[in-house]
């Protein structure tokens, strides 16, 4: 690749969680990166407000989690209301899973703001009011155009621009999906009434869907509000004043609440889009987060998602451009990520078609079907597991394995560890930046630290556990291999096949 003063290892497009994420892993990896955003200037509306569990966890062994969850709300219980009366409640609990990552009612504004904080501390800085145009590829790399005419040369790019996402159309990757919905309303809004702050309440109207959900307050004031309403059968574009007296005017028809709307913080239409990219990378060039995926908002899946995208690649991307492995360990990012989002899509999609059914199946499914069945502790066990996505495994992905669990490619829990100086922790905290080598405790290391650290440049951490078996875990806390901590010989050929090839053997 030829040197230039703007040569990077990545150059990231877009700087929104998924973006911001994938900047920071990389550093922690060593990597050079340029982070640019068309936007003047970072966001200050919420957009997505919730993340689980899962999203905690990433934030967390980046370093990024920082005051969030001091900042946010634990308001994970939802009431649907039917003709004014309680239908059903669901209540997100503990997912379990051995976590000790919060799930949080959180601005998006605030998690972008945390993961710049990490950036900054990392050394980098987004560079706003910087439009891509395009992007190509060169002979050993990547180059993204900007519209002032100059150019960014990078080893890869990787587009992390939304749904509107110049890379993807830069990279010809169709992005083919259905429409879902008819238009909502958006609101962040303040309201006066008596509606209980400790959770999310919905109510089912003839003529649509309405919600709203506490938003953390900045001003310690406590009424602050998003409001969201299903608004079919409109043909116009709204402007903010047609949105907010429309608010106004519905919120208290549908819930019949006396509600004064006032101060509102940002307004916006949309419809629900399904859309998922039918490849993640071109050469070079990778997509990830709403560059790859467009998710229903119900169920607050998007942002994590994207958030579990970035730190998927990061690992992958440090190894090939440290040329401790072959770009075919790319392939498995797409092969490990896709499947995921296409059942995460599946999910989100049934969601939303349940809560804006219009058809007398739908409805009687969703009126007395529905609270019967969510009621059950079983179930609401099984939504909160299902949202916080710590159930995610890449066991059947090329780099997983069958037999006896844990498997190659499952979640590993966060265990307590010990590390070589005798300090105790936690194994999510050693992670982000390193992978980790988990020995029984009281076996000593032998090779297997010499043959990791040779095979992954140094970036791995010893620890000792209560366990019987030696453990690989990758930077985002999935177990890479186990065996007896006598088979030096078949972690290295493991090892020298699986960065060689992209695929576990």
Not at 305 to 327: C, H, M, P, Q
Not at 403 to 421: E, Q, V, W, Y
């Amino acid at each position: 690749m030829n040197s230039t003063p703007t040569d990077v290892d990545v150059v990231v497009v877009g700087a929104g969680p998924t973006g911001l994420t994938l900047a920071c892993a990389l550093r922690l990896h060593g990597l050079s990166v340029r982070i640019v955003d068309r936007a003047d200037g970072p966001a200050t509306t919420s957009r997505a407000n919730f993340l689980h569990a899962r999203g905690s966890e990433v934030l967390g062994r980046i370093g990024a989690l920082g005051a969030l969850p001091q900042e946010s709300l634990r308001a994970m219980r939802i009431t649907s209301y039917l003709g004014g009366k309680p239908l059903m409640t669901v209540e997100f609990g503990d997912p379990g899973m051995g976590t000790a990552a919060p799930p949080m009612v959180v601005s998006q504004a605030r998690v972008e703001a945390a993961l710049r904080c990490r950036l900054a501390e990392l050394g980098v800085t987004p560079q706003w009011a910087t439009v891509v145009i395009g992007v190509r590829h060169e002979e050993h790399g990547a180059l993204a155009e900007l519209d002032d005419g100059k150019t960014i040369r990078a080893q890869w790019v990787v587009g992390c621009d939304g749904t509107s996402s110049v890379t993807r159309r830069s990279a010809a990757i169709d992005f083919p999906g259905v429409k879902l919905s008819e238009r909502f309303l958006l609101a962040d809004v303040r309201l006066d009434w008596d509606v209980d702050r400790g959770g999310t309440s919905g109510w089912i109207h003839p003529d649509g869907l309405i919600g709203v959900m506490p938003m953390p307050d900045p001003s310690g004031a406590d009424d602050l509000w998003r409001v969201f309403a299903y608004d079919p059968g409109q043909q116009e574009v709204p402007g903010d004043r047609d949105i907010l007296e429309r608010i106004a005017t519905i919120l208290p028809a549908r819930t019949g609440r006396d509600v004064r709307v006032r101060d509102p913080q940002w307004l916006s239409v949309f419809t629900v889009h399904r859309r998922l990219a039918e490849r993640y990378r071109w050469g070079r060039i990778l997509i990830a987060g709403d560059a790859a995926h467009a998710h229903s908002p119900f169920g607050g899946q998007g942002m994590l998602t994207g958030i579990g995208d970035a730190e998927n690649l990061a690992f992958k991307l440090a190894l090939v451009v440290r040329r401790l492995a072959s770009d075919a360990l790319i392939d498995t990012y797409e092969a490990e990520r896709r499947p995921l989002a296409a059942q995460v899509l599946r999910g989100t999609s049934t969601v939303t078609r349940v809560n804006i059914a219009s058809n007398p199946i739908g409805r009687f499914l969703r009126d007395r079907v529905a609270p019967r069945v969510f009621g059950l502790p079983v179930v609401q066990r099984w939504m909160t597991y299902t949202a916080s996505q710590l159930w995610v495994s890449y066991r059947k992905g090329p780099l997983g394995a069958r037999g006896s669990k844990p498997r190659r490619g499952d979640r590993i829990a966060d265990l307590a560890c010990t590390r070589p100086d005798g300090t105790h922790t936690r194994l999510h905290g050693e992670l982000g930046g390193r992978w980790a080598l988990l020995l029984p405790a009281h076996v000593s290391p032998g090779e297997n630290v010499a043959v990791v650290q040779r095979r992954l440049g140094g970036y791995v951490g010893l620890l000792t556990y209560q366990g019987d078996e030696m453990m690989l875990i990758r930077p985002d806390a999935h177990l890479a291999w186990r065996g007896a901590h006598t088979a030096v010989t078949e972690l290295d050929r493991w090892l020298a096949t699986s960065l060689a090839t992209g695929k576990s053997r």
